[in-house]
């Protein structure tokens, strides 16, 4: 099955710096990469996705990469701000028609003002 | 629409008893799910399912069952509550047929003693 490895575990950040987490995915028949906002004591809620046939998508100030190559998608925060503070997952779908997600173990985001 | 919700938020269950976690959805999806969250730790698949009358067996399933009658709702059972099953759970669920995103319920946290 798929295999989903995320780092760093935790990052810490200054307030209007850059943060970047990295994913790495076993299964290059995986298609679909979401990553997922969890706020303390809240449930997890999408934030950005992207398919298989494009290298990167942007949404205001987060991004997404895709390398299918490397088997490795990075997510890209940028002037970060402290309610960007969360547990961020990346995941991982894997194109056999089950609709399964596996979840990387997490990133906790810390925006030191 | 409400979403996906779940009943009860918060539940201590003493081990050997047995429970069921609610969950409903109100969008129609032909797609269901449930996570436990073990703290500090990402999301594990337990069951999941594709459509009413159709579950099926994700990553940690042992110690727990689930149904599907109806489109809205996924109840998933606890028999024989271990200390083990400390964890929030959380269910979701998906429209599917390419559209990916997994929509999250709050959440159950359950302690078992």
């Known amino acids: 099955g798929e295999n989903v490895e995320q780092h760093p575990s935790t990052l810490s950040v200054q307030e209007g710096d850059s943060a970047v987490i990295k994913c790495t995915y076993s299964?290059?028949?995986?298609?679909?990469f979401p990553w997922y906002k969890q706020e303390l004591g809240k449930r997890p809620q999408l934030i950005i996705d992207i398919r298989s046939n494009v290298g990167e998508k942007k949404d205001q100030r987060i991004a997404v990469t895709l390398n299918k190559t490397a088997k490795h998608f990075s997510l890209h925060i940028t002037e970060t701000q402290p309610e960007d503070s969360a547990v961020y997952f990346c995941?991982?779908?894997?194109?056999?028609?089950?609709?399964?997600?596996?979840f990387g173990t997490g990133t906790r985001l810390t925006i030191i003002p | 629409n409400a979403g996906v919700t779940q009943t009860p938020k918060f539940r201590i269950l003493k081990i050997g008893q047995s429970m069921t976690l609610q969950c409903t959805q109100d969008?129609?999806?032909?797609?269901m799910y449930w996570y436990r969250q073990d703290p500090g730790m990402g999301l594990k698949l337990i069951y999941y399912?594709?459509?009413?009358?159709?579950?099926d067996k994700g990553e940690v399933p042992n110690g727990y069952n689930v149904s599907r009658s109806t489109t809205e709702d996924f109840p998933l059972r606890l028999e024989l509550a271990a200390p083990s099953q400390t964890s929030v759970y959380f269910c979701a669920s998906s429209p599917g047929l390419a559209d990916y995103e997994q929509y999250f319920g709050p959440g159950t946290r359950l302690t078992v003693t």
């Open positions: 299964d290059s028949a995986s298609n679909y």
């Open positions: 399912s594709v459509g009413a009358g159709i579950t």
């Open positions: 995941a991982a779908r894997t194109n056999f028609g089950n609709e399964k997600l596996t």
């Open positions: 969008m129609n999806h032909n797609y």
